[in-house]
């Protein structure tokens, strides 16, 4: 059989590789410290496990609409009406496996081949990919270490053409942790309306921001702003495969439309276990921001006694993005390398930061307990000494 010149092109998720290599190694009986795939350590609160089994008890276990079940589908409108005083309802909303899904649904209803899709860069590794199964381009605006990642809209502008078709942002950011200014989105927004250009918004972490600000630009616009938005990592719901995008009707629809071809619907039972994660008790979240607060604090603290790293400073999700590049030497040259080094020779499993489009880069996520960040990362730092 011959594969597709589609699928030859693309590459598979750098993140989704780190962690079968992960896995594969605790398997064989290593003891890991896996800071590689981005996922909450926590287990999913029990109140929404006891939703999925109620479901399951009523047999909830059927087929449902494609774009959702009508209950969630208001939870999620609701959530963002009383965040952004919004008037969103159901219509509006269209649940996926993932906010991944729904991003891919996106790309397929926004972009026609050809078309340019603005994505500031670091970027998290799926969209060009995303953008790449749509057959358009996508424009890197490159953001600055110095200025802590954070994209500006004066960047976005000097990237728009005539081609422009979508501004995708994320944030907070993975993989730096970078959260957008509130005056930057706000001047972004204007910037698309005026020049009737989509703005897809990536808020997967909003929950996770550190003595900042978070805002959305639907809150400004809701015509050319698209909100995508996911369970997996506000709830320590990673393998229940539950996101959503919320926006125009007409978008929604045409989203709708493709993923009814594509995949049906998302998941019976995780839709109820969702409901219950929107509207049920929110302590757990709390804290789990808590614990990220306090562990993101310390990961700073243990990599600043690494002579050589330098690592700004991310205000939220749950990512560092520390800079390994005064470790290359003439065999370790590049991320991928220095990634390898790291998990062959200290058991520690990092991201590369070429997958994010930023060679010279290692991500870390910090979603584990504390032990585990002081002994890995303390053996990461040891391992890195070892080559200087
Ligand atoms: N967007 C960002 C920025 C992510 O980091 C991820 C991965 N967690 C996703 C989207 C996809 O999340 P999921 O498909 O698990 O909802
Ligand atoms: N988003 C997570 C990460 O960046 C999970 C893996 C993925 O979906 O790519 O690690």
């Known amino acids: 059989?011959?594969?597709?010149?589609?699928?030859?092109?693309?590459?598979?998720?750098?993140?989704?590789?780190?962690?079968?290599?992960?896995?594969?190694?605790?398997?064989?009986?290593?003891?890991?410290?896996?800071?590689?795939?981005?996922?909450?350590?926590?287990?999913?609160?029990?109140?929404?496990?006891?939703?999925?089994?109620?479901?399951?008890?009523?047999?909830?276990?059927?087929?449902?609409?494609?774009?959702g079940i009508v209950e969630l589908r208001e939870a999620i409108a609701?959530?963002?009406?009383?965040?952004?005083?919004?008037?969103?309802?159901?219509?509006?909303v269209?649940?996926?496996?993932?906010?991944?899904?729904?991003?891919?649904?996106?790309?397929?209803t926004l972009v026609n081949p050809g078309d340019e899709v603005i994505i500031p860069s670091p970027y998290w590794v799926s969209y060009p990919a995303l953008v790449q199964l749509a057959q358009g381009t996508s424009v890197f605006v490159e953001t600055k270490a110095e200025n802590d990642f954070k994209v500006t809209a004066s960047e976005i502008e000097a990237a728009i053409t005539p081609r422009t078709k979508v501004i995708n942002l994320n944030s907070p950011n993975n993989p730096t942790g970078a959260v957008i200014e509130i005056e930057e989105l706000k001047q972004i927004t204007e910037m698309a309306v005026e020049k009737d250009i989509a703005l897809i918004y990536d808020e997967c972490y909003e929950c996770f921001v550190f003595?900042?600000?978070?805002?959305?630009?639907?809150?400004?616009?809701?015509?050319?702003?698209?909100?995508?938005?996911?369970?997996s990592k506000t709830y320590a719901?990673?393998?229940?495969?539950?996101?959503?995008?919320i926006g125009l009707k007409e978008v929604a629809a045409a989203s709708d439309r493709f993923q009814s071809q594509a995949a049906s619907n998302p998941n019976s039972i995780a839709q109820?276990?969702?409901?219950?994660?929107?509207?049920?008790?929110?302590?757990?979240?709390?804290?789990?921001?808590?614990?990220?607060?306090?562990?993101?604090?310390?990961?700073?603290?243990l990599l600043n006694q690494v002579d050589g790293l330098t690592c700004p400073v991310p205000e939220g999700a749950f990512y560092v993005f520390p800079d390994v590049s005064n470790f290359f030497n003439e065999e370790l040259c590049d991320s991928?390398?220095?990634?390898?080094?790291?998990?062959e020779e200290a058991h520690v499993a990092v991201v590369p930061g070429s997958?994010?489009?930023?060679?010279?880069?290692?991500?870390?996520s910090y979603a584990a307990s504390e032990q585990e960040l002081t002994e890995g990362l303390t053996r990461m730092g040891e391992a890195l000494k070892a080559l200087k």
Do not use: C
Request: without cysteine; glycine residues 10%; proline residues 3%.
């Open 1 to 67: 059989m011959q594969i597709t010149e589609r699928l030859q092109a693309l590459a598979g998720s750098p993140t989704t590789a780190v962690k079968q290599v992960a896995d594969q190694l605790k398997r064989d009986g290593i003891k890991v410290y896996d800071f590689g795939v981005g996922e909450p350590d926590f287990g999913t609160p029990e109140n929404i496990k006891d939703a999925a089994v109620g479901a399951m008890e009523q047999n909830k276990t059927k087929y449902t609409t494609a774009r």
């Open 355 to 364: 997958g994010f489009g930023a060679e010279g880069y290692v991500r870390i």
């Open 237 to 245: 719901m990673t393998g229940w495969r539950i996101g959503w995008m």
């Open 336 to 343: 991928i390398a220095i990634a390898k080094y790291l998990l």
């Open 272 to 301: 109820w276990a969702a409901v219950e994660a929107l509207l049920g008790e929110q302590d757990a979240v709390d804290e789990m921001h808590a614990a990220y607060a306090k562990r993101r604090t310390m990961v700073l603290d």
């Open 211 to 231: 003595g900042k600000e978070h805002g959305n630009p639907i809150q400004w616009n809701q015509e050319k702003v698209v909100s995508v938005g996911s369970a």
């Open 94 to 108: 269209v649940v996926s496996g993932g906010a991944k899904q729904s991003l891919y649904n996106l790309m397929m």
């Open 78 to 92: 609701q959530r963002y009406n009383n965040k952004y005083g919004t008037a969103f309802g159901p219509e509006h």
